[in-house]
């Protein structure tokens, strides 16, 4: 098809650029043919204006009006993680049974999520789809973050630093690298999975 077009597009997704930066995938699998062959795009978290015109849309079709206080507040809550964005507005919103949201609201969700996060979803997902993917470096590095933040550059976990900066974990903000979402702190001081008590 290349060679009879001119042209072949091929999209591949994956949680880590592996497949496009590891010239050896496996013993058994030899050589990477596709290696350096892609153009990498990261698809992090969404920035604070998609979020909010995310949550007003799916509400819209409900019929349920989000104040700008409470769009403010899921925003830094959740980071503009799509998926945990809408798990949080569905129980702020009472699964659609709440027509008004506003920021007592979103606090009050906020409050009942950390004080049971040990049987709520976005725990679970946390820990699942967040935590452990993570290698030991990210977590080493994510670790230094959450403990009150980081300046500049730290040996041997730049490159760690990127890749959670690419997840949308953690995002420079006045110059210092910070967790991405409030509720995602929460969960790690609450959770505190392997790190050492200090």
């Given at each position: 098809?290349?060679q009879?077009?001119?042209?072949?597009?091929?999209?591949?997704?994956?949680?880590?650029?592996?497949?496009?930066?590891?010239?050896?995938?496996?013993?058994?699998?030899?050589?990477?043919?596709?290696?350096?062959?892609?153009?990498?795009?990261?698809?992090?978290?969404?920035?604070?204006a998609?979020?909010?015109?995310?949550?007003?849309?799916?509400?819209?079709?409900?019929?349920?009006?989000?104040?700008?206080?409470?769009?403010?507040?899921?925003?830094?809550?959740?980071?503009?993680?799509?998926?945990?964005?809408?798990?949080?507005?569905?129980?702020?919103?009472?699964?659609?049974?709440?027509?008004?949201?506003?920021?007592?609201?979103?606090?009050?969700t906020?409050?009942?999520?950390?004080?049971?996060?040990?049987?709520?979803?976005?725990?679970?997902?946390?820990?699942?789809?967040?935590?452990?993917?993570?290698?030991?470096?990210?977590?080493?590095?994510?670790?230094?973050v959450?403990?009150?933040?980081?300046?500049?550059?730290?040996?041997?976990?730049?490159e760690?630093?990127?890749?959670l900066?690419?997840?949308?974990?953690?995002?420079?903000?006045?110059?210092e690298?910070?967790?991405?979402a409030?509720l995602?702190?929460?969960?790690?001081?609450?959770?505190?999975?392997?790190?050492?008590?200090?």
């Open positions: 098809m290349a009879e077009r001119k042209c072949l597009s091929v999209l591949v997704t994956a949680y880590r650029p592996d497949v496009n930066r590891q010239n050896l995938l496996s013993e058994s699998i030899g050589e990477n043919p596709m290696f350096m062959s892609f153009q990498e795009y990261f698809l992090g978290s969404l920035d604070r998609d979020t909010e015109r995310m949550v007003s849309e799916i509400g819209a079709w409900k019929d349920i009006h989000w104040s700008a206080e409470a769009l403010e507040a899921v925003y830094e809550l959740c980071g503009g993680h799509p998926l945990v964005t809408r798990f949080f507005a569905s129980d702020a919103c009472e699964q659609g049974e709440r027509k008004q949201v506003d920021r007592v609201d979103v606090e009050r906020a409050n009942a999520i950390r004080g049971g996060f040990y049987k709520h979803r976005m725990a679970r997902y946390y820990k699942e789809s967040v935590w452990d993917l993570l290698q030991a470096d990210e977590r080493a590095a994510l670790e230094i959450a403990r009150g933040g980081l300046r500049g550059s730290q040996d041997g976990l730049d760690a630093l990127t890749h900066e690419q997840f949308g974990v953690i995002r420079q903000q006045d110059g690298m910070r967790i991405g409030t995602f702190r929460s969960w790690l001081e609450r959770s505190e999975p392997v790190w050492p008590k200090r």
